[in-house]
């Protein structure tokens, strides 16, 4: 292989190799589906369905999904207070209503 060969066969890897470093950057945490957060929520009663999406090698945030029960979607701010309630209330634990004894009794055979 002649000198020039070899130059241009160089400088082909070279520009491979930092366009590969370059488009690596979109992989590490750049690539959220959250692009825009919406700073309000909208009637609660609208709200069909809360998706929360933490944090990944692909995204670096913690994303908030809301879907209305017209079907529209949007992200809501995680940061906003009235989010931070909402989700509180979300994800508290639901008691039970229904009665559990209070003592185990045996009947005897």
Known sequence: MSGIMKVFLLLAVMVYISKAQLDGDHTSGNECMCRRLRNGISSKR????????????????VQIVVTLNSGH??????????????????MKPVTSTTARPTELTATPY
């Open 46 to 61: 609208d709200i069909k369905d809360i998706q929360i999406n933490p944090a990944t090698v692909f995204c670096d945030k």
């Open 73 to 90: 979607r949007y992200c809501l701010n995680p940061r906003l207070k009235a989010v931070q309630k909402l989700m509180a209330k979300v």
